[in-house]
């Protein structure tokens, strides 16, 4: 399998080693000094990482996602399938279709559902759009449990959003809990409360949500802004959303 992998951050580094790990032909492409996988062919731009590839997987984040789109398509392969990774709404997924719209790739919304870094390739995602079957078709083989959805691109996106609201205002929670509790003296009991009623893993889960948080809170902010967004599109409340905004925002500020 040919693959290329656009942002070598701290995700499309763990893809780009599992992939290599499985034989497949890795070619990447970041613009930032990011430090190269062994086994991994580094290229000068994007479109020179795609050319050859059946699956271009886009881990650029949220901000550059169209842009690194619109670099790669003059580069695409025909039938080359091209899976935006990046967690964004559902609008910005659609950009990214749009950049590619007269490129000879299937463009498929991915949504992962949760850190990359816990097990790689095997990751859980949902997909949507044309290429999602794809997307399936290669990674299920490795472990991971793909949904694919019958529905365009941005689908993914938005049931990614969804869960977002959740996982996040979780982890917000739980910020607030355990600062309160530090300050009450009572860290370590109110700990032990949490993850109690998180089941057997709880404690893993508790560390996980707060050193996560507290790491990619500025990435994070853009994530639950779009889920807020997509709350107002429905109509539904966004209260949760504005409390994990605020947490976030003073984390990323610190």
Known sequence: ???????????????ATDLVAANWRVTAFDPAPAPTPDGVRRADTAADAVH???LVLSLTGARFAE????????????????????????????????????SPARVA????????????????????????????DALRPLGAA?????????A??????????FMKGLAAVVLESVTAGEAADCEDWVREQIAGELGENGPAL????????????????????????????????????????TWLRELASD
């Not at 693959?3 to 701290?10: D, H, R, S």
């Not at 919304?109 to 399936?136: F, K, W």
């Open 146 to 154: 793909v949904d694919v959805l019958d529905e365009p691109v941005g």
């Open 52 to 54: 050859e590839a059946e």
């Open 109 to 136: 919304d991915v949504a992962v559902l949760a850190p990359v870094p816990r097990a790689g390739a095997a990751t859980p995602l949902i997909v949507s759009g044309p290429g999602a079957q794809a997307v399936a």
């Open 156 to 165: 993914a996106a938005g049931r990614k959003l969804l869960r977002s609201v």
């Open 206 to 245: 508790v560390e996980r949500l707060i050193t996560g948080t507290r790491a990619h809170a500025d990435r994070r902010v853009h994530e639950v802004q779009a889920s807020r967004d997509y709350l107002a599109e429905l109509g539904t409340p966004t209260t949760i959303c504005d409390a994990t905004l």
């Open 67 to 102: 842009t690194a789109a619109s670099d790669a398509a003059p580069g695409l392969a025909q039938g080359a399938c091209y899976a935006d990774f990046n967690s964004a709404g559902a609008a910005e997924k659609r950009a990214v279709a749009t950049a590619l719209a007269d």
């Open 1 to 15: 399998m040919r693959v290329a992998i656009l942002g070598l951050g701290e995700a499309g580094r763990r893809y």
